[in-house]
């Protein structure tokens, strides 16, 4: 399992990186291009996803139908996601036809047809999924605490509104391509196996002469605390809960990272054992660690059924808030395996590791290897883990409910008092 | 990679799929049991037990095994279907001993009351998790339609009100005849130690049931029937329909997979380019469903309400068309192809093997290679494919629709 990241910058600032899984049979790649929804205008949210799926229409030579059709028959699994600050492209497949894909891809980001004619059926098809978002509570919570806690431009998600959606025309569409389809700050990630020389030539050939626009300035971004409900007549009430912690980027996050691991990693964690063994309020819950703009949250989700809702926010801030009692040996040793062992399950998937190598050298603009997070993981000290949790006490709030019920937090949550 | 099947002396049979060149180990009880052998008045006693399994044995206690499962850094969880229930743990090669020992042991649990009585809450907070996902009820609700009296209508999750019925001793009882050594399989697969597996196999399965009891096996019958349910805070419309299908070991299965993926997989199939494509719905999606002894095509759409007439117009014609007209060479291809992409990526995860292994010895005791699959398919003629549909497609049909209204926010 040596592993070695390969890396190349092109002349037109587009990154290619590349590691090799020699153990596999596929590649992957993830190629992120700076075109997420932070980047839409404030009236036309959803022009990232609408213009996502407009290139996906047509490009180079083919048209919808062709270029479909050629993936197929090259055996490839592909999806496409819309994040705050990317479009994204992720495709694995037999490595033999890893070089062939990439040209397809090449032309999909540069030559997309964007054919007027399909606008409405791509409108269509966001509609769709902004309907579904709203019958999905669970989701939706989510979206509504986005949109919230982040103000403009970094609130917007993906799905956006349907005011934004009617707004959209097909100069939109195109100005929103040619303004942030570009390399400078693309970021081409590729795992499994390939020919790392036969690689750059053809990323070299087929996207060596992409030219694009300098990325817009983007404001700081302030959260906004506090709570907000949605009205929605459901068997549960769903809640997001979210507060501050050390981002990504932060030297200190592998300790934010292992608190909320104490937290939720696993059927030992605390607030699976306190909230669903122990007391049975739910079927899920769970804590995870997001970074925006250099900002670190930690987001918390419970759903629950209407009547045992303000218990069991209760219930979920008091184990967040136990983490200032210490955290044992036990608790800290499960974890660092944990987090060890998922390194190696990584080693499985050309797809999975592809995308880590993207979303890592989007956050540090480097990847660090397995040796390098290992140490920084057996590093961890319950003594070390508890400073952090003292000097970084969760505050600034902001909770999110859907349900037929509002939530409030309890007062005073910023500061926990003994 | 080399498959090894051992018989354990009075004990169940293992399967291994033994890689040593690969970087983990998965490993998984396969029960050949499910919400099909159930009695209507246990209905979701399977799944409600598959909870209980990790609410402790003689030897721990229910925070032990969470404690040791986070422990073996294990990347598990276990499922219930209709006619199975299956357990599994994928970990490093180094703690397959604790693994195997765990997983096996989970096998007996202790069923204490105050266990039984918190994870009933835990099961009806799911029920109602699920509840506020429009699509569920219909998929229960048609199958109850399709299938009538027989077994198979039985809900997995069963509902609030047996769920909340269930007592601790219905349970012992169904797991005393349910989990016995000739109903079970164990299954591994990646960087296994298979004598030591073996040897210590036989010694945990040791006081086990050695027989189950039998469940009875009607012959399927099938029921044309429509209903529709009305839900006034959905946005979408959903419609969920069965057709007859194929039995889990019909030699036309590949040709029935192929059907379903030409007329409506998520990508470049007839329903995508019309339906989806176009933005008049979320999903059209086909799906073949086989059990032992029948099976059943399931259908999927779900739409704008105002889009729900013409769509499953579209869905009639499509299948109309087919019957009468067959697939094409190419469109046989393209399905090929992906099915084959899809089942080489998935093959290379030493967890998905386990599936795979696991699932194939509960339907027919024996396990296909990739290549015999993939040679499988490539066998398949676009004849195979418009015979196939004829003989599905063609028969009772049973349909539920969820009908919203709400308007979008």
């Known amino acids: 399992m040596n592993q070695h990241l390969l890396q190349r910058q092109f002349d037109n600032g587009l990154v290619l990186l590349g590691e090799h899984m020699p153990w596999l049979r596929s590649s992957a790649f993830t190629f992120l291009v700076p075109a997420g929804t932070c980047y839409e205008h404030n009236d036309l949210d959803v022009l990232a996803g609408l213009t996502s799926e407009m290139v996906q229409r047509g490009c180079g030579e083919l048209d919808s139908r062709s270029f479909w059709e050629r993936l197929d028959a090259l055996g490839v699994e592909r999806s496409s996601s819309i994040t705050t600050s990317h479009s994204g492209f992720s495709c694995a497949m037999p490595s033999s036809v890893l070089t062939q894909v990439l040209s397809l891809y090449a032309d999909l980001v540069q030559r997309p047809h964007l054919p007027e004619s399909q606008l409405n059926d791509a409108r269509q098809l966001c509609l769709q999924d902004l309907r579904a978002l709203d019958d999905e509570p669970s989701h939706r919570c989510f979206s509504e605490l986005k949109r919230f806690r982040y103000p403009l431009p970094y609130g917007r998600i993906s799905q956006g509104t349907k005011q934004g959606l009617v707004g959209i025309d097909s100069d939109a569409v195109r100005a929103f391509f040619q303004q942030n389809y570009r390399p400078k700050g693309s970021i081409l990630a590729v795992a499994g196996r390939f020919d790392w020389e036969q690689l750059c030539a053809t990323v070299e050939q087929v996207l060596g002469g992409w030219q694009g626009n300098e990325a817009p300035m983007l404001p700081a971004l302030s959260p906004i605390y ?28 592998y300790q934010a990272r292992a608190l909320v691991g104490v937290l939720s990693d696993g059927m030992s964690s605390r607030l699976f054992s306190e909230v669903r063994e122990k007391r049975g309020l739910v079927y899920s819950v769970f804590a995870t660690c997001f970074s925006l703009a250099g900002q670190g949250s ?5 759903g629950t059924t209407n009547n045992r809702a303000e218990e069991t ?23 660092k395996y944990r987090i060890k062992s998922s390194l190696v399950f990584e080693q499985e998937s050309s797809a999975a590791r592809s995308s880590q190598i993207a979303s890592d050298w989007f956050y540090l603009g480097r990847v660090p290897s397995r040796e390098e997070v290992c140490q920084k993981v057996d590093a961890l000290t319950r003594e070390g883990l508890l400073e952090h949790f003292e000097k970084n006490l969760p505050k600034n709030f902001s909770l999110v409910t859907v349900g037929s019920q509002p939530l409030e937090l309890p007062r005073g949550i910023d500061y926990p008092q003994n | 990679m080399e498959l090894i099947t051992h018989k354990i002396e009075h004990g169940p049979e293992v399967l291994v799929l033994h890689d040593p060149a690969a970087f983990t180990a998965s490993f998984g009880w396969f029960v050949k049991t499910g919400a099909r052998d159930e009695q209507p008045s246990v209905a979701g006693v399977s799944h409600f037990l598959e909870h209980m399994v990790f609410k402790g044995t003689e030897r721990r206690t229910p925070e032990d095994v969470n404690r040791e499962l986070d422990h073996l850094g294990a990347q598990s969880n276990a499922f219930t279907s209709e006619d199975s229930t299956v357990f599994y743990a994928s970990v490093l090669p180094e703690c397959q001993l604790q693994a195997v ?23 009806l907070e799911e029920i109602a998790m699920y509840d506020d996902q429009p699509p ?3 998929f229960e609700r048609v199958t109850e339609l399709f299938f009538g009296q027989h077994p198979l209508s039985t809900r997995v999750l069963g509902t609030a009100e047996t769920v909340s019925d269930l007592t601790v001793a219905q349970m012992r009882s169904y797991h005393r005849h349910r989990y016995a050594k000739d109903n079970m399989y164990f299954a591994a697969s990646g960087k296994v130690d298979v004598s030591q597996l073996v040897d210590q196999l036989s010694e945990l399965v040791v006081d086990w049931p050695e027989t189950a009891k039998p469940t009875p096996r009607p012959t399927p019958k099938f029921h044309s029937a429509e209903e529709c349910l009305e839900r006034e805070l959905a946005h979408q419309s959903y419609l969920v329909c069965l057709w007859p299908g194929l039995n889990c070991n019909h030699p036309d299965r590949y040709a029935l997979r192929l059907l379903c993926s030409i007329l409506a997989d998520d990508s470049g199939s007839r329903l995508f380019w019309e339906l989806i494509d176009t933005g008049r719905a979320e999903t059209a999606t086909l799906w073949p469903q086989m059990f032992d002894d029948c099976g059943c095509i399931t259908g999927y759409l779900c739409c704008a309400p105002e889009d729900t007439a013409e769509n499953e117009a579209v869905l009639e014609r499509t299948i109309r068309d087919v019957v009468e007209h067959g697939v094409t060479a190419k469109e046989l291809e393209l399905a090929r192809s992906k099915i084959g992409s899809s089942l080489i990526l998935s093959d290379e995860r030493p967890g998905n093997r386990l599936f795979a292994l696991g699932q194939s010895w509960l339907n027919r005791r024996s396990y296909e290679p990739l290549e015999v699959i993939l040679r499988k398919y490539h066998d398949v003629t676009t004849d195979d494919v418009q015979r196939v549909a004829a003989e599905t497609l063609l028969g009772e049909t049973a349909s539920v629709r969820i009908v919203g209204n709400a308007e979008l926010d």
């Open chain 1, 226 to 253: 506090g709570s907000r409900h949605v009205d929605h007549s459901s068997s549960q009430t769903h809640l997001a809960l979210a507060y501050d912690c050390a981002s990504y980027e932060s030297p200190e996050y």
């Open chain 1, 298 to 302: 930690v987001l918390c989700y419970a």
């Open chain 1, 313 to 335: 926010l209760q219930v979920l801030l008091d184990t967040v808030h136990s983490l200032r009692f210490g955290i044992n040996d036990d608790e800290l040793s499960r974890l």
């Open chain 2, 101 to 123: 020992d765990l997983l096996t042991d989970l096998m007996q649990p202790r069923f204490f009351e105050e266990d039984f009585d918190m994870e009933k809450q835990v099961i």
């Open chain 2, 136 to 138: 569920y009820g219909a």
